[in-house]
């Protein structure tokens, strides 16, 4: 018969058994050699995330590339009197020539290959039979899976000549995106990016969506962390190099309420206001931030 052995553990809020008087996990817990624990480790256990190394990073950025090089050429192709589901099928066809694969495909029973969200539809719509018009805004958002890696980018296009409120939601939807990206750098937080782009939006006049958010990306299409586009300065996460994540800011016209239509995707604004949406996948680096899905503008 034998006892087994009880390692005691140190709780990580417990005091410091070096006696500084201060909690364990801000005194001794890291400095023993063997237990030292990795950023990777913590953020891991800490809020789920899963920090990307540079092969990881490598593989997320040419799937960035393949999506910004179809975004170009739907947008090279789009002209008043097309139908929503060509934009699909284009997308579809160049996703697979180029060996990936459309994550919209089928995620949660999703049933086509990207979403084409016309005027007051923030963000989800089901491409169809719907004919473009002149004046019409329209965002298409891709997310392409590539040897196993997801990038996920989106625009709003104009549909011929716009009028002033569709140049005004673009617009503003734009420079929200840049600015919630220029925050990111280590050191910042998921709060900085949501104020970023909740200060500026709303300053217009404008109203940002609550109840989607940008997230984690690149091994999955949705992983932690969620990023909000509104929020309060240096609340949440602290970015660290290595995490990646989109910024997807919704922005609309009206007021921020939502309705989902019976189809159980499409999202649209309760008050119908335009709504315009831009996404990017970001990665943090050491001194700030690089784009994986680096449209121009
Ligand atoms: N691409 C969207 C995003 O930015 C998600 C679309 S889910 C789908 O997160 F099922 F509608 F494709
Ligand atoms: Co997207
Ligand atoms: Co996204």
């Given at each position: ?36 624990e ?67 495909l ?8 990207v ?6 539809v ?21 997310t ?46 998921i ?26 990306v ?67 680096t ?12």
């Open positions: 018969m034998y006892q087994k052995s009880k390692k005691i553990k140190i709780g990580r809020n417990d005091p410091c058994p070096c006696g500084s008087g201060l909690k364990y996990k801000k005194c001794c817990m890291n400095k023993d050699g063997n237990s030292a990795t950023l990777q480790e913590k953020y891991f256990r800490d809020y789920n995330i899963r920090l990307k190394n540079p092969k990881d990073i490598e593989k997320i950025r040419n799937a960035g590339a393949l999506v910004v090089d179809t975004l170009n050429m739907v947008a090279d192709k789009l002209h008043p009197g097309m139908k929503t589901d060509e934009i699909n099928t284009l997308v579809h066809e160049y996703t697979i020539a180029n060996n990936a694969v459309p994550a919209p089928h995620y949660h029973g999703f049933p086509k290959s979403c084409v969200s016309v005027n007051e923030i963000c989800h719509g089901i491409p169809d039979e719907l004919v473009l018009q002149e004046g019409d805004i329209v965002n298409v958002d891709i392409s899976i590539l040897e196993g890696y997801y990038a996920d980018a989106s625009r709003t296009f104009f549909v011929g000549t716009p009028g002033p409120e569709a140049v005004k939601i673009v617009n503003v939807a734009l420079e929200s995106i840049k600015r919630g990206i220029k925050t990111v750098c280590p050191g910042n937080t709060g900085d990016i949501g104020w970023a782009i909740q200060s500026y939006a709303e300053a217009q006049g404008c109203s940002v969506v609550r109840e989607f958010v940008g997230h984690g690149g091994f999955d299409f949705h992983e932690p962390p969620q990023v909000p586009h509104y929020g309060r300065k240096g609340k949440g996460v602290k970015l660290v190099p290595g995490m990646v994540f989109t910024i997807e800011p919704m922005v609309n016209l009206g007021k921020k309420d939502l309705r989902i239509l019976s189809d159980g995707w499409t999202v649209v604004t309760r008050d119908k206001s335009l709504s315009a949406q831009f996404e990017q996948t970001i990665l943090v050491d001194d700030g931030y690089e784009s994986l899905t680096p449209w121009v503008h």
